[in-house]
């Protein structure tokens, strides 16, 4: 029996503009249109591109214990969140994994703004719901609104022709602003490496947004395989890949997620779901870790490849990997044993029976152009 996918608002237009569909995250959606991944994932980093990204969970938590009720689930400092801004968190369970991670805003002093996975958003709900009730109101918008992201260097080109207000943004915040008369929600933020917005829009709006934008000489439809492979160069973890509810933060290498305020010598240390684990793993150390990976030939190394050492030891697994049109080589994250993590570290990764040399490598493997003004 074949599974019922749902569509997003832009569905219609997507078939439109000519996309491949596919299967994600329980929706039909476009894994690249005409141009192609190649050049699409290149348009991107040279103009302009948007991304339907309707299938992720938006929340709102309000009331004046919202802040401090989402602190009690994260190791990060939602308390002392200015209005105003966004910050990356992650959602852990006793054991330190990580159930999903997030971006939280802060509207105002008693007003959140959640986004969360697409795989994960009923159980990050039901999650909230259960430890959060009474504490605040949980309001899901998986229905009210859609979620636009608009990423490259022109970007703010574009965006500032709708609302120049947009344009004196800087990386991670957060602001109300009319976009071509329709309110709307704007992070200056993405999933690329490059600079970029992430606009909420509601969703009887959320068509003629995309149109205008789209309507832009810079701006170009962009699918999920080019998505991937920007988030892959920018060493950027996809949920249920490269990070899960097994493995730590400390184990992603997301450790730089766990905000100083919460931290063991923090001033609002523990009381986030694992911290003793994660603290531990923090002083001592971990067995295995995230790192990049560099093949030394042409051969891409996928998800899933074991990775071996001179002896033929199994010492890790790929969690992602392909090709990066940017850096026009093959690029790759692993599990590794972390006594093997360091940089320049030779190691091979097996591929359909065939040893691939590839180096530990330092991420992300294209340099990140955030806007920090």
């Not at 909230?128 to 309001?139: D, F, K, M, S, Y």
């Not at 972390?338 to 340099?367: I, N, Q, Y």
């Amino acid at each position: 029996m074949s599974e019922v996918l749902l569509k997003t608002l832009l569905h219609a237009l997507h078939l439109e503009l000519g996309a491949r569909m596919v299967p994600f995250a329980g929706y039909e959606m476009p894994v690249q249109y005409p141009l192609g991944v190649l050049k699409e994932h290149l348009h991107t980093r040279d103009n302009a591109g948007l991304f339907d990204v309707s299938h992720m969970g938006q929340i709102r938590l309000r009331g004046a214990k919202a802040a401090a009720a989402l602190e009690t689930l994260v190791p990060v400092d939602i308390i002392d969140l200015p209005v105003g801004t966004q910050r990356y968190a992650l959602f852990t369970n006793e054991q330190g994994g990580i159930l999903d991670d997030l971006m939280v805003a802060k509207i105002a002093e008693d007003d959140l703004f959640v986004v969360v996975n697409a795989a994960c958003k009923e159980q990050d709900l039901a999650h909230l719901r259960e430890h959060l009730a009474g504490a605040c109101e949980i309001e899901p918008l998986f229905e009210e609104r859609a979620l636009l992201a608009l990423q490259g260097p022109r970007a703010v080109d574009v965006l500032a022709r709708l609302q120049p207000a947009a344009a004196s943004m800087t990386f991670m915040q957060f602001a109300a602003m009319e976009l071509d008369g329709i309110a709307c929600f704007v992070s200056r933020s993405g999933y690329t490496g490059e600079d970029g917005y992430e606009i909420s829009v509601p969703a009887g709006d959320a068509e003629r947004l995309a149109r205008r934008l789209l309507a832009e000489p810079e701006v170009a439809p962009i699918g999920l395989g080019a998505r991937d492979s920007l988030r892959l160069e920018a060493g950027l973890c996809l949920y249920g890949h490269d990070m899960n509810a097994e493995l730590t933060p400390v184990e992603a290498s997301l450790g730089w997620a766990i905000s100083k305020a919460r931290r063991a010598d923090g001033a609002r240390a523990g009381g986030f779901p694992g911290a003793e684990r994660i603290y531990a793993q923090q002083r001592e150390g971990v067995p295995r870790k995230r790192v990049g990976l560099l093949p030394q030939d042409r051969m891409p190394v996928r998800e899933g490849a074991e990775v071996v050492d001179a002896s033929g030891t199994i010492v890790g697994q790929v969690c992602s990997g392909g090709f990066g049109p940017t850096v026009n080589a093959p690029v790759a994250m692993a599990w590794i044993d972390a006594h093997l993590s360091g940089l320049d570290t030779e190691l091979w990764a097996l591929v359909r029976g065939k040893k691939v040399p590839v180096k530990v490598a330092r991420m992300p493997f294209v340099p990140q152009r955030y806007y920090r003004g």
